[in-house]
C-alpha cells in the first residue's frame, strides 16, 4: 500500500502534527517506526518517517526529497462562475485531482450566486487540500475569492468553452505558457462576456453539441488537457 | 427560452402523456397551445404542440421531426467498474450529457460492488433519461447490467485509463467504427486485467501522472472526445 500523505506547514528535520492529522494517523492505525510521506502544498514532498505517535500529537523526521512529479508542465488555472450549493466542491475536488494549480471564483452576468461566504471558501480550500493528498500531488490548488468577470486577467492562454464553436482545445493547446480554461454559470456566459474574453485574446472551444451542466463543462475541458499527457 | 422536451414512448400524430410527465407540465405552467418537443430515447426527436392538459393526462400533437444532431459520429460506450454508494449515479449523468450511447457496467477484480439491485439499475436508467432531456440530446443511453470484465466483448476502439501509460486517447482516436472508454474501480484495474485488454486490441492510455478517483476517470476520457468536437 502507498504510504498515506500528511500535508505539513513546512519540510523541516522534525515535524510536529496537530490534533487533527494526529487522529488520521490514529484511524489508520500507524505505529512509530512506519513510513509516510510529508508535503508542504507549494510542490515540495518528501518521504518520512513516523517518531512520536501520542494522543493528539505525533512528530515525523524528514526522509528523502521526492520530485514534485505530478505538476502540469505550466501551471493550469480553472476560472468559474460561482454554482450554487455544494457544486463548486465537487467541481473544485475534481479539478483538484486533474491538475489544477489555481481555482479562481468569478461573477458573471448570469449567476447562481453573486457571492460566497468565508465558511464556504474555507471549505472549498479544504477539499482541494484534501483532493491533492488523494491524487499524490504535492501542490494544493489555490482557491480565489471571486472577481467580477471582467477584472479577471490572465497569462497564457485561455479557453472559454462556447457552444457551437468550432475551435477545439486540443489544436491551440501548447504548454508554452501557463494554461488557465474558463466556464460559465448555470445558464452559461452571455455572448458579450464571451466576446469581450476573446477581444482579450482567449479561445472560445467546442465541448461538442450538446448542452452540458455548469459543473460538467470544467471537467471537460481539465479532461482534454490532462488526455494530452500532462 | 427552449421548449421543454418529452420523452415519448414513440413519435405519433398524437401522443398521450401519462400522470408523471403531465406533472411536469403542470409544474412549468404549460398551458394548451405552447410548443414542446418530443423525443424518443432512440434518436428520433420532433416538434410537438401541447393540445389537451388536464389532472393526470395530457395529449401533444406531433410537429416537425428534428435531425438527431447531437449525437457523436459513431456511438460512444462508457463500460465503468461497479462503483459505491451514489457514485455511478453522478458518472451515468455526467457520461449523458457527454455523448455516451451506451453504459456497460462491470465486475472487476477489485470491485467496490459485486452486484446492483434492481432498483438502483432502475434510478441509474432514469437519471440517463433525465440528463439526456437536460443536455437535449435525442437519444437516452441505456443502462446495461454488470458483467464480468472478461465477458466484456467490444466493437471498435477501447481505451482503457492506465496510470502510467504513454499512448493518448487523442492520437489513436478515429471515428471509422464505434469507440469504447473503459474505467476501473476505486482500487484500480489489476494489471492483468490491463494487460488481458490490450492482448484483445484495448489501447492503454494516459490521463496524466495524478491518481484520479473511479469517478473522475470516465469523465476525463470522455472530456476528451468532446472536445475534439464530436
Do not use: C, Y
Not at 494549480?101 to 480550500?125: P, W, Y
Amino acid at each position: 500500500m502507498a504510504p498515506h500523505r500528511v500535508r505539513v506547514e513546512a519540510l523541516a528535520p522534525e515535524m510536529l502534527l496537530g490534533p487533527r492529522e494526529t487522529r488520521h494517523l490514529h484511524v489508520l492505525r500507524l505505529n512509530p517506526g512506519d513510513a509516510v510521506r510529508v508535503f508542504d502544498g507549494q510542490g515540495a514532498e518528501a518521504g518520512a518517517t513516523l517518531t512520536l505517535l501520542e494522543e493528539g500529537r505525533a512528530v515525523l523526521t524528514l526522509g528523502e526529497r521526492l520530485a514534485g512529479a505530478a505538476e502540469t508542465p505550466q501551471p493550469v488555472t480553472l476560472a468559474v462562475a460561482l454554482l450554487k450549493g455544494d457544486k463548486l466542491a465537487d467541481v473544485v475536488r475534481a479539478a483538484t485531482e486533474l491538475g489544477a494549480a489555481r481555482v479562481q471564483l468569478l461573477v458573471t452576468r448570469h449567476a447562481d450566486a453573486r457571492e460566497i461566504g468565508a465558511q464556504k471558501l474555507q471549505r472549498l480550500r479544504r477539499v482541494a487540500e484534501e483532493a491533492s493528498k488523494q491524487s499524490r500531488r504535492a501542490v494544493t490548488p489555490e482557491v480565489l475569492p471571486p472577481l467580477p468577470l471582467a477584472e479577471f486577467a490572465w497569462e497564457g492562454t485561455l479557453f472559454v468553452a462556447q457552444p457551437g464553436s468550432v475551435a477545439r482545445l486540443t489544436d491551440h493547446l501548447n504548454w508554452d505558457a501557463p494554461v488557465t480554461v474558463l466556464t460559465g454559470p448555470e445558464g452559461g456566459l452571455a455572448e458579450a462576456e464571451v466576446a469581450a474574453l476573446t477581444a482579450r485574446g482567449a479561445v472560445a472551444v467546442t465541448l461538442g453539441p450538446r448542452i452540458l451542466r455548469a459543473e460538467t463543462a470544467p471537467l471537460a475541458l481539465l479532461g482534454a488537457l490532462v488526455a494530452t499527457g500532462v
